[in-house]
């Protein structure tokens, strides 16, 4: 046993050659060329083609013809979810064999080392193409194109607008290559793109066959503050807010919501039919068609106030029926004012229909009816000689004019304020809103005025000034006005007199002034008139204050005018204002 642990094989022996017959001659070289022969000959870092022969949710195997197969992971696939056992593919040999014996491949590199010829012929050849979409970005959605990372804009997604934006995230879908930055090499791509050319011929087919009054049915595609845009299968047309219903529409989203099916009714388009005016209220019968035949005249209504302005308010009393209420016939009153005084839009009111012209659709309306009309009754509410309390409503030069109630107005002219005051303008007397006593002098039905007076609440004075101060009589005044014709001089009996400058020469020879009290007589008294004319000097000139009584006209003798011939001829220019006066009572007959 121990000769044998010394033998020793043959270094050089074949055992090859031994097993398949002592013959064999062929070296292990030529057997190892002939192998290698039979598979691709592939190097590291080089494209290749590969057929697909297994696909996982994890990895997909590719066969290059290389003595293994390599794994590609299946993310890499994404763009393209249709991939199937027997596609080729274009693979990248990162690694011929790894520390396992593993063949490496990528088919993400492989694209991207010809990504860039592909895009671009793309573009040039405007070949439809599929994309990944990989995420959102701003403005839009990043695209995975042949590995390249595209830009695909919002306004390119569809035809209409995108409101999500999320749910394409994921997607596979078929773009065109719309723009290439050849320096920075970015890319942009556009789904709407094929949209349009499929609808340009949907809607050529559907320009063609438009006619008005034709009933198509659209989608509701945006809505806007004037209107309605409504997709008609590829042609848009626009439904105005005032043709969205026969009532009164303030926002179009009460009439219709995104993405609804509605039919609608072609108004009119122009020559080219790209500008097409669709209505949606004309598919129902109009409104006032369908009013109550028996309205009329005089009935009484309910509404809703849905236009307001200064001259009056719309009142709609049915949808698509709406009556005007003037403003003159929201108070009996005659000062028009702003109907925004009266009711605002929303306020549900009754009224009384007024006109009424089916043919026109038109509707006059009043709520100034549903009270009674105060000058029906005039005389017996308001009767000449009556009092009340009035309010100011405005001033004129000649007057004031003062409202009793609602609709009843009244006059009270400027001479009828004060029996002894003098008044220049009524604002002297009383302002604007102030309530003012009034009596009823007079009524005007017609011209639906009330002439007043309010000096006529008190006695006349005058009635007694008449008895108190007569020619020649004495009084004592103040002089409270002083003017270049003379002064005004307030008596302490009551009542206002007038000097000339003559008649305020003192006893001294000095001239009265201003807040002085004296002493003055009468020359003359005129009741019609309002007149006091007063004299100081008379009261100390002797021989000058007397005054005697006139004559009247009926009664007057002959021997009278030598008399006065005899007064003329023994006074000076001074004394002629008494002779005036004299001559002023025989005229009058006194």
């Not at 388009?269 to 598919?283: H, N, P, W, Y």
């Not at 209420?325 to 702003?338: A, C």
């Amino acid at each position: 046993m121990s000769d044998l642990k010394n033998v020793q094989p043959l270094a050089d022996f074949n055992w090859d050659e031994f097993e398949n017959g002592a013959n064999a001659s062929a070296s292990e070289e030529d057997l190892q060329k002939a192998y290698d022969e039979t598979l691709n000959k592939v190097s590291d870092h080089q494209v290749v083609e590969g057929t697909v022969i297994s696909v996982d949710k994890k990895e997909v195997v590719v066969n290059i013809g290389y003595k293994s197969d390599g794994i590609i992971p299946a993310s890499e696939f994404r763009y393209n979810p249709d991939l199937k056992v027997g596609d080729k593919v274009e693979v990248y040999v990162e690694n011929q064999e790894d520390k396992k014996g593993q063949l490496i491949l990528s088919h993400k590199k492989a694209r991207l080392s010809k990504s860039w010829e592909r895009v671009n012929a793309a573009l040039e050849n405007e070949e439809v193409i599929q994309g990944y979409i990989k995420c959102r970005t701003k403005g839009g959605m990043i695209v995975d194109v042949f590995g390249i990372e595209a830009f695909l804009p919002g306004s390119q997604i569809d035809v209409h607008p995108i409101r999500d934006y999320d749910v394409f995230v994921g997607k596979t879908m078929e773009f065109k290559v719309v723009k290439i930055n050849q320096e920075f090499r970015n890319v942009v791509v556009s789904h709407k793109a094929l949209i349009e050319a499929e609808l340009e011929a949907q809607k050529k087919e559907i320009i063609s066959k438009l006619e008005k009054g034709q009933v198509l049915e659209g989608t509701v595609k945006n809505i806007t503050s004037y209107g309605v845009f409504v997709d008609l299968g590829g042609v848009d047309g626009l439904i105005h807010i005032t043709d969205l219903s026969w009532g009164r529409v303030s926002d179009p989203h009460e009439v219709v919501t995104l993405d609804q099916k509605i039919n609608v009714v072609i108004l009119d388009f122009d020559d080219e039919k790209k500008r097409i005016a669709l209505g949606l209220k004309q598919l129902t019968p109009h409104p006032w068609d369908a009013l109550d035949p028996n309205l009329k005249v005089g009935d009484h209504v309910k509404g809703k106030v849905v236009v307001i302005a200064d001259y009056g308010a719309f009142v709609e009393i049915a949808p698509g029926v709406e009556g005007l209420i003037h403003v003159s016939e929201m108070s009996w009153s005659q000062h028009l004012r702003s109907a925004q005084e009266f009711m605002h839009v929303g306020d549900e009111v009754e009224a009384v229909i007024l006109t009424l012209d089916r043919e026109e659709r038109k509707m006059s309306l009043g709520i100034k009816q549903l009270k009674e009309d105060p000058w029906e009754t005039i005389e017996v509410k308001y009767p000449v000689g009556s009092k009340h309390t009035a309010k100011v409503r405005n001033f004129t030069n000649f007057g004031i004019f003062v409202e009793l109630e609602e609709g009843v107005d009244g006059l009270i002219h400027i001479s009828d304020l004060s029996w002894t005051k003098k008044v220049k303008h009524p604002s002297e007397f009383t302002h604007v809103g102030a309530e003012m006593d009034v009596v009823v002098l007079e009524i005007d039905k017609e011209n639906r005025r009330l002439s007043l007076g309010h000096k006529q609440l008190e006695d006349n004075p005058w009635d007694t000034y008449e008895t108190l101060y007569t020619p020649g009589s004495v009084h004592t005044g103040k002089i409270t006005e002083m003017m270049d014709k003379g002064a005004v001089i307030t008596l302490n009996e009551g009542g206002e007199g007038f000097a000339t400058p003559k008649h305020l020469v003192k006893e001294d020879g000095t001239q009265a002034h201003l807040g002085e009290e004296l002493s003055f007589k009468v020359i003359e008294f005129v009741k019609d008139a309002k007149r006091i004319i007063l004299s100081h000097s008379r009261t100390f000139e002797e021989g000058k204050d007397e005054v005697k009584p006139a004559h009247k006209h009926t009664g007057a003798k002959k021997s009278d005018a030598p008399q006065i011939n005899n007064v003329v001829a023994g006074t000076s220019l001074g004394d002629l204002d008494v002779l005036a006066d004299l001559k002023a009572k025989l005229e009058k007959g006194e």
